[in-house]
């Protein structure tokens, strides 16, 4: 590749991913004023950068030899499973003490997919350090779906 074309994809990348540090602002605002005035402000800051066509960083699991590319889960303590997804490299490379794989997505299309989803309760964003946990309610929320 030469430096030029990856030059552009990398400012391609990073324009997509540019803004989310709002997000991961909004939400260490709500980790010291845990109210739902905070709840309500940072669903509407992730909904204004899903309608800015804003991407996440999602972790895939290696195909398991059906060639079929999975989102990596998480499991918490009460057993339910949620993908992750990172506001930007750095809060990927955080709390993470392997190498993943590692895509971009859209925001609105992760929820959507999430929705779809039976067998994972929702979507954490930044699992590692801002954290939050969007249940399929709240990403309803998000997406402006009837709840």
Excluded: C
């Amino acid at each position: 590749m030469n430096p030029i074309n990856h030059d552009q994809a990398k400012a391609q990348l990073d324009k997509t991913l540019q803004g989310n540090d709002k997000i991961e602002t909004a939400i260490a605002a709500l980790q010291q004023d845990a109210t739902e005035e905070m709840l309500a402000h940072v669903l509407t800051v992730i909904r204004r950068r899903t309608k800015e066509r804003a991407q996440l960083i999602i972790a895939v699991e290696p195909p398991k030899g059906d060639g079929i590319i999975n989102l990596q889960a998480i499991k918490t303590s009460d057993g339910k499973q949620w993908w992750a997804a990172f506001t930007s490299f750095d809060e990927e490379l955080k709390g993470s003490n392997q190498i993943m794989s590692t895509f971009t997505a859209d925001i609105d299309k992760l929820f959507y997919s999430a929705l779809e989803e039976p067998s994972i309760e929702g979507v954490i964003i930044n699992p590692w350090n801002r954290t939050i946990m969007l249940n399929k309610t709240l990403i309803n929320i998000i997406l402006g779906n009837p709840v």
